[in-house]
C-alpha cells in the first residue's frame, strides 16, 4: 500500500469511526418507558435482550417525571430484575404520589414497585408474582471471585457470614416497604413463603384482601 493510500485510508477510517461514534451518542438508549396520556407504562417487552430492572430505569423513570408533568399512574408489566433500582423506582413512585397499575404481569421485585402507588389496580387477565429472594451458586460463586479481594474474604466462609447478613436485612427492608405502604402484615409474610424458582401467584381476591390492590 502506497503511503498516499495509506494516509487517505487513515484519514477516512477515523472519520467514518468518528461519525459512528456520533451516532451512537446522538441515537437515545433503548427505554421500557413510553408515554400515552397520563400513564408512563413501563413495559419490559419494549426493548430487546435484559429486561430486567436496573438502575438505567430509575434515571429514566425520574427525567419522564420531569419532562411529563400530566403523569398520574405508572402502568407496569415486568418480570423483575434487581431489587436496589427497585426499591429506589417505588421511592420515586411514592414521592410523586402516582398510581400503578398492572396491565400483563408484575412479578419478582417489580411487586416493589407496584405497592409504592397510592391507589393499585391490575387488569382483568393480570397476575402478580411472588417470590423468596433467589441467588444462584454460579451468581454467588462468581461475586466471591469478583469481590474477594475488596471485601478482605479470607474464605469462602466470610462470604457466607456476609451474605446471611445481607439477606436478613434485604428481607426485613421488603416487608417493611410493604408495611409502610398499607399492605397487611399477614399477606407481606406470604410474599416470602416461596422458593425463588416457585412463585406465588395470588388470587385477585387474596390481592384486595392483602391491600395490595387497592380497587
Known amino acids: 500500500m502506497g503511503l498516499g493510500i495509506a494516509l487517505a485510508c487513515g484519514f477516512f477510517c477515523t472519520t467514518a469511526q468518528m461519525y459512528e461514534d456520533a451516532v451512537a451518542r446522538a441515537t437515545p438508549e433503548p427505554s421500557r418507558f413510553r408515554v400515552d396520556g397520563t400513564a408512563l407504562i413501563y ?21 419522564n417525571l420531569k419532562t411529563h408533568k400530566q403523569i398520574t399512574a405508572v402502568h ?3 418480570g423483575g430484575g434487581y431489587y436496589y433500582p427497585a426499591l429506589e423506582m417505588a421511592r420515586i413512585i411514592s414521592d410523586y ?12 421485585s417489580c411487586t416493589v414497585v407496584m405497592a409504592a402507588g397510592v391507589n393499585r389496580t391490575m387488569e382483568r387477565g393480570g397476575k402478580v ?9 454460579d ?3 462468581g461475586y466471591y471471585e469478583d469481590n474477594q479481594e475488596s471485601k478482605d474474604w479470607e474464605s469462602p466462609f466470610d ?12 428481607v426485613y427492608e421488603r416487608l ?21 424458582d416457585d412463585l406465588w401467584y395470588p388470587t385477585r381476591e387474596e390481592l384486595r384482601a392483602g391491600n395490595m390492590l387497592t380497587e
Open 129 to 137: 408474582g411472588f417470590h423468596q429472594y433467589y441467588w444462584g451458586a
Open 159 to 170: 462470604l457466607a457470614e456476609w451474605l446471611y447478613d445481607d439477606t436478613q436485612q434485604e
Open 139 to 141: 451468581g454467588i460463586e
Open 76 to 78: 407496569l408489566t415486568s
Open 43 to 63: 413495559d419490559e417487552n419494549l426493548v430487546q435482550g435484559d429486561t430486567e430492572i436496573e438502575w438505567a430505569d430509575v434515571e429514566d423513570l425520574r427525567e
Open 97 to 108: 404520589e402516582l398510581d400503578t397499575h398492572v396491565v400483563d404481569y408484575c412479578e419478582s
Open 176 to 196: 417493611t416497604h410493604f408495611l409502610s405502604h398499607g399492605i397487611k402484615a399477614e399477606f407481606a409474610i406470604e410474599t416470602i413463603r416461596n422458593r425463588g
